[in-house]
């Protein structure tokens, strides 16, 4: 893979890109059209949820006294294993991926939707796997086992 964009691109603006995108493929292909009965609803819960899991997060981060910068896992201080952090790796991109979930079923096209999977795996290759290497280097084993435990995403 291509290795200059590993931890280049913030993942709030890799966010952003995706949520554009998506607004733009559901206004031109149309025939990706679905009619979501609640789609403000469950956008809105979505909404909610994913700002839920990226505030305990950010949270946790800060009671460990650790960066939360995506750009810099060299500054971690500690590996965070609490709070939402045993249930995934990587709460804050969790929240980023649930918060897109909400937004294409707003969008109601499948065009929208297809974006979701381009977002994983993007995160997946140049912003998380980078950061485990990092991680692994410097914590070592307390991170392997880590890994071991705690999925991913979810």
């Not at 559901?26 to 505030?55: E, K, Q, R, W």
């Not at 294409?104 to 994983?120: I, K, R």
Request: hydrophobic share 50%; with cysteine; net charge positive.
């Amino acid at each position: 893979m291509v290795k200059i964009l590993d931890l280049k691109v913030p993942p709030v603006a890799q966010f952003l890109v995706c949520a554009v995108l998506m607004w733009t493929l559901s206004a031109t292909y149309t025939g990706g059209a679905f009619v979501l009965p609640g789609a403000a609803a469950a956008f809105a819960v979505c909404a909610v949820l994913g700002g839920g899991i990226g505030i305990a997060g950010v949270a946790a981060f800060r009671r460990h006294s650790t960066t939360v910068d995506p750009t810099a896992p060299d500054k971690t201080k500690a590996v965070v294993t609490d709070s939402i952090y045993r249930y995934s790796r990587n709460p804050m991109y969790l929240a980023l991926v649930v918060t897109l979930a909400g937004w294409a079923l707003f969008l109601q096209n499948a065009a929208a939707l297809a974006v979701l999977p381009v977002f994983v795996v993007y995160m997946t290759q140049y912003q998380i796997k980078p950061e485990e290497r990092v991680l692994q280097a410097r914590f070592g084993p307390d991170y392997d086992e880590y890994m071991a435990t705690v999925r991913r995403w979810v």
